[in-house]
C-alpha cells in the first residue's frame, strides 16, 4: 500500500486540504524534463532552449492543475452526497481523493466516481478549444494546449480501466452493486479485477521493456511495471473499509461499548486526578461525571495545558470539554455509523449517552477489536 504519510500541506480550497507528497516532485521533474528535452524540441525544432523550458514547466504544472481539477470534481460530487473529503493528495501517480466513507448507495458512488474522467475530457475539450484559436497564431500556446488536450483524455480512459481503485473500478463496483445489491461481493469482484489488471500491466510491462516494440523504450515498460505494482496493492484498504462495513452492520452502540470506562467527580483537582487516576488507569481520556450525568470530557492535551504549579488549585470542571461541544453516541446508534464519525472527526473515543445519563464509552481500538474477534470466531 502505498502511505501518503511523508506529504506536505499546501493549503485548503473550498474546504478540503491540499498536501504535496514528495513523490509528486520525481514526476513533475520527469514531466517537465521530458516536455523541454524532447516533446517540445522534436516538434518545433527551431524554438530557443529557454522556450522550451518555460514552456515545459508551465505546461507541467498545468497537467497537474488539470490532476487536482479532476480530483475536485470527485470530492465535489462526494460532498454532495453528504461524504466529507479530508484531503487531496498529489503523488507520482497522479491525485488522490481522501473520503472518510464509502457511499451509502450504488448511484451516489458511479456519480462520484464518472466525475473525475467527465470533468478531465471537459477539460481536454477546452484545451483543444485553445489550440483550435491559437493555432497558426501563438504557436507556443497551441503547442502547449495540444499537449495539455490529449493528456487529459488520457487521464480520463486511463482512469476508466474497470479495475479497482481506479475511477472505472467504482463505476464497475457500483454498477454490480446495483445489480446484485450485494456491496461486499461486488467490491471482492471489482478488486479482483483490478489486481489482474495490475497483473496484466506488470506483464505488459516486462514484455515492453525487454522487447522495445513500436519504438517504445526500456522506461516506458518500468513504468507500466510500477503503476500495475500499485493498482495490485492498492485496493486492499478500499477492500478492509468494505469489510469493516460489513461487520458492523447490524450491530448498535451499546451492543459494542464498554462500561468499565474512566469516570472522574469534577471537583477534584488536576493533580488528583494525574496521580489518583490517571497513573492508576492507564487511560489517557477521562469523563467528567457526576451523579452519572456526562459533565464533560478531558484528554491528555487538556490536562498538558495546565502549568505544572497550578495542578494543586485547577479543577477539572475548569479545563474539560462541557458537554454539547463534543460527539456523544446513542445506545441504538448504528456502530457502523459511530465508526465513520471517528474516522471522519479523527477522534478515537465516543461516550454512549441515554437521557443525559452515561452508560459506556466507545473507543476506535474498542472497534477495532471487536471487528477482529468477529473475523476470528467467523461469525
Ligand atoms: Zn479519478
Redesign the pocket.
Known sequence: MVKMGSAFNLGKLFGIQFRLHYTWFIIFVLVTASLSWQYFPFAYPDWGQLLYWVLGIVTSLLFFASVVT??LA?SLVARFYGIPVKSITLFIFG?MAQLTREAAHPGAELRM?AA??ACSLVIGGLFYLLWLFTQGVVEPIAALAFWLAQINVVLAVF?LIPGFP??GGRVFRSLLWRFTGNYKRSTQIAVWVGQGVGYLFMLLGILIAFLRPFGLDWFSGLWLVFIGWFLENAPSSSYRQAQWRDALHGFSASQVMTSGYPGVPPNITVNQLVYGYLFAGGHPFFMVVEEGRLEGILTLDSIKAVPRQSWDVTQVKHIMTPAGKFNVAYPDQDALNILEQMEEKDINQMPVVSGGRVIGLITRDNLIRFLQLRSELGV
Do not use: F, M, Y
Open positions: 479532476h480530483e470527485h491525485g466516481a473525475g474522467p482512469n481506479l475511477d
